[in-house]
């Protein structure tokens, strides 16, 4: 049992001619916040598709609690304890909330068609206790009462809540958050890297997130990742990030240290 | 059970799904291969004049197919439908047809008839007729049944195109009675007249109709490609199907773009329907129907949503159809299943046709 | 929701259990049950019951009775939508004119029920039991197509309807030893072995090609004629099966050329047959002699193949061809219908036989009660139309046997002779 | 009056003008006439149509237009009402006019249309100018329609006077209200008044067998099976997602399998009904599982097309000489035994019986699947098939699941149907019931049981009922389905999401500990645990 969720050794993904994931190591300590930033199109959604098993990468391997992902199937990762969310919110959309949680929990569940058929003692129980947690999922994310409610009409920042909840609702060990502050106002962007932090500190779920506000990611990381054209130009705590020139020189071009050394300062 | 048996289970199972297609499709390919040696090479039960008759059977049927083919996939193109009322929009234009024949035929000019005197002309006649009457019917069906649904539900509007095509049929049916009407060609384009080669003692004709309809199809497939292609209409053709919101953002005119595109297969499923007429010389209210349901299978066999994929799809099946029994050496009642079996292969290893789509929705 | 479905599951079972219980009770034979059952008509059970009339009674389907100024109905069952409506509605259009012929029986006029079986098993039946529960139907000339008329069959047996088809040449249907159906359609077993034999001997065919529909009727005949051709001694070379519907068969028929037959039998109808009697010259079927059957014999034969057409052979019933009765029909259909007979389909004089048929039988059996109704006692109809004797009609003389085959003539050949249908030389 | 108005009402007119000439010309009119007459009593004859049936019709037709023409606008003075109904009136009438005079002409110059128009005889265009001659004729058809045109403004009119509209408004709000206090305020008034609806409900279902006759028996045994038909298909494609066009092959297969164990011919195995039931549901929930093991990756109209191939494969197969030894070729299967009850055979009370039965028994199974974690797995994989795999929903065997126990259903239902008949054919199961399942579940309102009920009323009632107009009955069929898509996209009754009962939410939302997690899992052996 290493103390690494997750590691990712030279991987690599192409798409035709363009590399969009080149050779990426990533060690993502257990129980803590990990951050993954870089321009758009550096390919961290990429990384996250390779991990959650949308795409194999073409080299490379992707180790969870130290065992390989290649070639297992997207839904035996997700049972696996590896869950998501995405950066254009996709719920489903028709069912409602409560629906999505307990999609959510699927395969956590056992009752399967026969049970539900014949009304056994396992499908009355778990329909009852997966609605209990359900529901306590929901109300954790700040979605009180608003079970019976259709997804998508659901406000935008609510979505992104519940994404969350559904996701949890397979009890994952690591969480992939991609842009989960996205179009968010300042006060449901601090009341979400709460929610981030208490997840990790209640729950203890390793949290990788792909960000851009670096408020957000430089409040609650312990480590980030910076990537760059499918590379990773630099990792380390959020001080060290912060100082490596590298990392400004992606951000703001080249000659934007000094900028960036101003910025500090004044801060 | 615990957990991660079961989830040995679904493992094993998923082994098995991911083995059995393959499998399957490797067994149907066998057999295939197996009876083309057996018919080929051990029995060879025809002669080279029988496989030029088939293979001319086939590329008749192939141009026809592609035709009505090509209306399907414009459509589909742009509006991720089924319009099942394509079958009826071409039986509408042979029909068409088939009046003008009358018609000309009726006009009498000294000795003979308009229809002999300016043969020409007049199959030119109808064929204007045909692809106005047919492109007006697809505005038309378009305007009413297929517009007010742009927002609904993916099945809605095919639900809506099966109406279209019952109430059509009878429509027809009523208005003309169920009589089978055969049509009177021009002279020089007499049914089953032909140029005659001699191939191993035996003549094999090349009926005119089956060459004109073939070349007819072939040069509207062209002008048709160069239209999508070239044109600005074919752009914005090309936009709406890949975004509508963009395009009309772009001041593409969305709703003229769909009707034209209507327009357009409904003229050439006119033309296809004319040529059906005067090859084949049989009409009725029920001509389009199968027809339709051969040039959808042959869109899907190429991809549907892709021009070309159209063409080759039309063709193919076409020639399977024709030649495949034969070749197989199985009973010709079977060429549908044959036709479908081998979609069904194709599919299971492109998923996407022949040609893969041109339009292909949001993956991952 | 689901909470009340249980409940409502129970209840349905007990209303089950009940029901079907309820005519177990009953100590009557099934017919009559089924009659009591389905409360088919308060008429028939009112005048079982007021009828003074000796026959009804003693009449296990009793009377069907007819109020004064009542119309006596005959059934039809026919395709009237779909892919075969042109038989429906021409085989219809010629019952109404025979119906219209029909006179009156006892001053009560006669009236056709057309209506739509789509051909169909599902519509059949669906038509049969709408006939079976109106008491004012006494007899159903149909159904056209084999496949509604084998579903609708049991049906009528229970209640008593007697049935005469023009069309339905399926020979299972009258194996089953059904009492009520009766064809006046040509059997197939007859028709297919005369003209094996006719082939054989007489155009001295040596390898026939055997091409059908794929039709009951269609490949019925071909299986008939092949199998008596090769009890000739003949050789049945290729024997292969089209898509009815479709308009180019070349390619199968280049596949039948390759054989080199001496004669093409087509078993079918007339509008794939004149497709193929066209096609035949482009594939190398040339020298080939076209053999059709009824179903390709008619006027519409001639206008569709023109000049292909010649010498190809048909069979038809031995009727007078054209007698006055028939020019009669043939101009009465034209100026209400306004198409020649035989253009919609073959059976068109067939269709008028079989209502024809019907009403002079009802009349036999029909009589007028002592309170003045018309009365027509069902099983007596019934066992009438078995006996039918000598009938002369447009399609043909009609006898019954006791299995309900009633055309049971040696077929009579004809051939195409500059663009008209000529009796063949025997 | 406004310029565009009144080219918008004279438009309206046109079209209503073109409409007549068509229903004209398929002598839809003298349907519909002889129809209206009927109602009133008088019996029109067969061969040429009643004037009296013609004007009724005409008036019917005008009274449409004038409406149409009046409502187009909401907010128009009555004034405005009137007058587009008066300029459609025109329009109409002038087409109507026109179309008539036409037929004077073919009259007097003795030119006969019937070859190709078949409904233009002689006395029927007689019958159009209402045998009133040239002039008169012609005159009396432009002003029946431009005056019923015109009442039918006036309706609208009178309609729209604030007076009637609010006392219609209160009339109509009413029953509403009333049917409200009925149903009971709280949750626990509202499950007695439902329990004692479904007791009433299925109280007339027990009775109705034995009262409407064999008829109706037949005509809803057919909605019955096609009710269980519906609710197959809904699994697959309403609730799955996946467009499956072949289905009626599953159908077939319990049918024949039904017809070969219990017919004398060919075969002559007796198996009797009940394992021939059986087998039928599994073999067709088997097939089910082989067309769909390969072709689960396929999407939408792929699979669509794909399973139209797989039905018409079974058809043409079912007719085909290779199989006809087998199979009973073109001439189907007959004399099909049926169950006996207390030894004696089932009439059609009993069908209806045991179709009822199965009908509630597929509600009941469909109900159950609905609200589980299998018919979430379902609707996920609907919504958005990639999300629901990382979810961690084994897509591939929920649609394989999806579409056997759908297929079990088609199994199911063909069986029956094929024992009932006693008959059943290659031809039963054509392209075109495929599709009239698929448009029963879209008409209905799609992956919802009352939806499925009315929609098989729609699709399977409606026909029978439609007889009464003959051969135009497929023609108002197509008209209404598009006419219904119009205006009905999401169906007769659109689904909903069902509302569950959530546990109060606690005021210190506080996470789950894991003690309830642990709860989760189920205590003891379970059989059906894979």
């Not at chain 1, 329909?127 to 359900?134: D, F, P, R, T, W």
């Not at chain 2, 094999?204 to 070239?230: E, M, Q």
Request: glycine residues 10%; proline residues 5%.
């Amino acid at each position: 049992m290493t103390d690494n969720i997750i590691v990712t050794q030279q991987v690599s993904k192409i798409f035709g001619g363009l590399t969009a994931v080149n050779k990426v190591d990533l060690e993502v300590k257990r129980e803590s916040i990990f951050s993954i930033i870089g321009p758009n199109g550096a390919g961290k959604t990429t990384l996250f598709n390779c991990i959650s098993g949308f795409y194999t990468p073409e080299h490379g391997e992707v180790l969870y609690e130290g065992e390989s992902l290649r070639g297992k199937s997207t839904d035996v990762i997700a049972g696996l304890g590896i869950s998501r969310t995405y950066q254009n919110i996709r719920l489903f959309s028709n069912l409602t909330t409560i629906e999505n949680v307990l999609v959510g929990q699927h395969y956590r569940l056992k009752e399967n068609w026969l049970d539900a058929v014949f009304n056994t003692r396992r499908y009355r129980e778990e329909e009852k206790s997966s609605i209990e947690v359900g529901v306590r999922w929901l109300n954790f994310v700040g979605l009180h009462g608003l079970g019976n409610t259709p997804a998508r009409s659901m406000p935008y920042g609510a979505q992104r809540r519940l994404e969350i909840a559904r996701a949890l609702g397979s009890n994952p060990k690591l969480l992939l958050l991609d842009e989960p502050t996205a179009g968010m106002n300042p006060q449901e962007t601090l009341e979400m890297t709460t929610l981030i932090r208490r997840l990790r500190d209640e729950f203890g779920i390793t949290i990788v997130l792909i960000e851009h506000d670096m408020h957000v990611v430089m409040g609650i990381s312990d480590q980030i990742a910076v990537l760059d054209f499918g590379q990773k130009i630099a990792d380390g705590t959020p001080k060290e990030i912060q100082s490596n020139p590298r990392v400004i020189e992606a951000y703001l071009g080249p000659g934007g240290a000094a900028l960036a050394k101003k910025y500090s300062r004044k801060k | 059970m615990t957990a991660d048996t079961s989830s040995d289970l679904r493992r094993k199972s998923r082994q098995l799904i991911k083995l059995i297609r393959p499998l399957l499709g490797g067994i149907v390919g066998l057999f295939l291969v197996y009876r083309l040696y057996i018919v080929l090479i051990v029995e060879h039960p025809y002669g080279p004049d029988t496989w030029t008759r088939l293979l001319i059977a086939g590329l008749i049927l192939g141009g026809v197919y592609s035709l009505v083919a090509i209306g399907y996939t414009l459509v589909y193109g742009i509006l991720f439908m089924i319009n099942f009322a394509h079958g009826e929009v071409m039986m509408i234009g042979a029909f068409s047809g088939y009046f003008v024949f009358e018609a000309l035929n009726a006009i009498k000019i000294q000795d003979s008839n308009f229809l002999n005197t300016y043969a020409y002309f007049s199959v030119l006649i109808a064929f204007i007729v045909g692809m106005t009457v047919s492109a007006l019917t697809g505005y038309f069906l378009e305007k009413i049944a297929y517009r007010p649904l742009r927002k609904a539900p993916r099945l809605v509007p095919l639900i809506s195109a099966i109406g279209a095509s019952i109430f059509l049929q009878n429509a027809v049916e009523l208005l003309f009675s169920p009589q089978l009407r055969n049509y009177t060609n021009p002279t020089f384009l007499t049914r089953g007249a032909g140029w005659t080669i001699n191939i191993n003692h035996s003549n094999v004709i090349i009926p005119y109709t089956g060459v004109f309809s073939f070349v007819l199809s072939a040069v509207l497939l062209i002008i048709l490609y160069t239209i999508v292609r070239k044109t600005r209409l074919g752009r914005a053709m090309r936009a709406v199907a890949l975004d509508k919101k963009t395009a009309a953002l772009m001041g593409v005119d969305v709703d003229s773009t769909i009707s034209k595109t209507f327009i357009l297969s409904g003229a050439l499923a006119g033309a296809a329907g004319v040529m059906w007429g005067i090859h084949n010389g049989l009409v009725y209210y029920y001509t389009g129907f199968i027809p339709g349901i051969k040039a959808f299978t042959a869109a899907v066999l190429g991809g549907i949503g892709n021009l070309p994929g159209a063409m080759l799809g039309g063709m193919f099946l076409g020639i399977v159809e024709s030649m495949g029994p034969a070749a197989l050496g199985i009973d010709f009642q079977l060429k549908d299943v044959l036709a479908f079996v081998i979609l069904i292969v194709v599919l299971i290893f492109k998923p996407s046709g022949l040609l893969g789509e041109s339009l292909a929705e949001e993956k991952v | 929701m689901n909470k009340f479905l249980k409940p409502v599951f129970v209840l349905c079972i007990a209303a089950f259990l009940f029901a079907g219980c309820a005519p177990a009770a009953t100590p009557a034979p099934t017919a009559a049950a089924t009659e009591a059952a389905t409360a088919a008509a308060p008429t028939v059970a009112s005048t079982t019951a007021a009828a003074p009339e000796a026959v009804c009674a003693s009449d296990p389907f009793g009377c069907a009775s007819f109020a004064p100024g009542t119309t006596v109905k005959i059934g039809m069952g026919a395709p009237m939508t779909g892919g075969n409506a042109s038989y429906g509605i021409d085989i219809s259009q010629g019952a109404t004119i025979a119906v219209a012929d029909a006179g009156d029986v006892h001053g009560w006029k006669f009236e056709l029920d057309a209506e739509d079986d789509q051909g169909n098993a599902e519509g059949g039946a669906a038509v049969a039991n709408k006939f079976a529960s109106d008491p004012s139907i006494v007899a159903v000339a149909g159904h056209i197509f084999s496949g509604a008329t084998a579903a609708a069959v049991p049906i009528y047996e229970k209640v008593g309807i007697p049935m005469l088809s023009p069309s339905a040449t399926n020979p299972a249907l009258t194996t089953t030893g059904s009492k009520v159906f009766n064809r006046i359609a040509f059997t197939d077993t007859n028709q297919g072995s005369a003209a094996a034999d006719y082939l054989f001997n007489t155009l001295k065919v040596k390898n026939l090609a055997l091409v059908h529909d794929g039709s009951d009727y269609g490949k019925g005949l071909a299986d008939i004629v092949g199998a008596q051709f090769t009890k000739d001694g003949g050789a049945v070379v290729v024997e292969q099966a089209i898509t009815p519907g479709e308009t180019d068969y070349t390619a199968v028929l280049s596949a039948v050329a390759s054989k080199s037959p001496d004669a093409l039998f087509f078993g079918g109808y007339t509008a794939e047959g004149a497709i193929i009697c066209n096609q035949m010259k482009q594939t190398g079927l040339d020298k080939a002699i076209f053999f059709g059957d009824d179903g390709t014999y008619g006027a519409d034969f001639l206008t569709r193949t023109g000049a292909n057409g010649e010498g190809a052979y048909a069979s038809i019933a031995p009727a007078s061809p054209d007698s006055a009765a028939k020019d009669a029909f043939n101009t009465a259909y034209l100026d209400q219908f306004g198409k020649a007979p035989g253009t919609l389909s073959p059976y068109t004089w067939a269709g008028y036989d079989a209502a024809a048929a019907l009403a002079s039988v009802v009349k036999t059996v029909a009589f007028v009660g002592s309170d003045g109704k018309l009365y027509v006692p069902r099983t007596a109809l019934v066992t009438a139309v078995r006996n039918l004797k000598g009938y002369v009609g447009l399609s043909g003389t009609f006898t019954c046997q006791s299995n309900g085959e009633c055309n049971v003539d040696k077929p009579q050949f004809v051939v195409v002779k500059s663009g008209a249908w000529v009796p063949a030389q025997q | 009056m406004k310029k565009a108005a009144l080219r918008q009402s004279f438009n309206t007119g046109i079209i209503f003008g073109i409409a007549h000439i068509f229903c004209v010309l398929i002598a839809f009119n003298a349907m519909l006439g002889s129809l209206l007459v009927k109602i009133v009593g008088i019996k029109s004859s067969a061969t040429t149509p009643l004037a009296s049936a013609l004007i009724a019709y005409a008036v019917l037709l005008g009274l449409w237009a004038g409406i149409t023409a009046a409502r187009r606008k909401r907010e128009a003075s009555g004034k405005e009402r009137l007058q587009a109904s008066l300029i459609t009136g025109f329009s109409v009438g002038l087409m109507a006019a026109l179309l008539v005079a036409v037929f004077q002409v073919l009259l007097s110059d003795k030119i006969n249309p019937r070859d190709y128009l078949t409904n233009l005889s002689f006395p029927f265009m007689r019958a159009c100018l209402f045998q009133l001659g040239a002039f008169l004729g012609i005159a009396a058809n432009f002003l029946i329609f431009f005056l019923s045109s015109f009442l039918g403004g006036l309706f609208v009119f009178i309609w729209n006077l604030p007076a009637v509209t609010s006392a219609w408004h209160k009339a109509f709000s009413a029953p509403k209200v009333w049917i409200a206090k009925l149903r009971g305020e709280t949750g626990k008034q509202r499950r007695i008044t439902n329990i004692i609806f479904y007791a009433l409900l299925f109280a007339v279902i027990a009775i109705l067998p034995i009262e409407w006759g064999s008829y109706w028996n037949y005509v809803m045994g057919t909605v019955g099976l096609y009710v269980i038909l519906g609710l197959g298909l809904n699994i697959i494609v309403g609730l799955s997602g996946q467009l499956v066009l072949g289905y009626i092959a599953f159908f077939a297969i319990g049918a024949y399998t039904m017809a070969l164990l219990n017919a004398p011919e060919p075969h002559n195995w007796m198996w009797g009904f009940w394992p021939a039931l059986i087998l039928a549901v599994i073999l067709a929930a088997l097939s089910g599982l082989i067309i769909g093991l390969p072709l689960m990756r396929l999407r939408g109209d792929y699979l669509a097309i794909v399973t139209l191939g797989f039905g018409e494969i079974i058809r043409i197969l079912l007719k085909s000489d290779v199989l006809t030894s087998f199979t009973g070729g073109p001439r189907g299967i007959q004399d099909i035994h049926g169950p006996t009850l207390f030894g004696k055979p089932f009439n059609d009370i009993d069908y209806m019986y045991l179709i009822i039965l199965a009908v509630i028994l597929a509600i009941y199974i469909y109900n159950r699947l609905q609200h589980s974690r299998t018919g979430r797995a379902w609707l996920a994989v609907r919504e958005d098939e990639t999300v629901a795999r990382a979810t961690g929903v084994d897509t591939q065997r929920y649609k394989l699941l999806a579409l056997m126990i759908g297929a079990a259903f088609a199994g199911l239902a063909g069986a029956i149907y094929a024992s009932r008949n006693a008959f059943t054919g290659p031809d039963e199961h054509s392209l075109m019931a495929s599709i009239n399942v698929l448009c029963l579940i879209i008409v209905g309102g799609m992956g919802n049981i009352p939806g499925t009920l009315l929609g098989a009323f729609a699709l399977k009632g409606l026909p029978e009922i439609l007889r009464e107009v003959e051969n135009y009955r497929m023609l108002v069929f197509g008209a209404l389905l598009v006419a219904m898509m119009i205006i009905r996209p999401e169906g007769l009754i659109p689904s909903q999401r069902p509302t569950l009962e959530l546990p109060e939410d606690s005021p210190n939302p506080n996470p789950p500990d894991l003690a309830v997690r642990s709860e989760a899992k189920p205590t003891g052996e379970d059989p059906h645990d894979r």
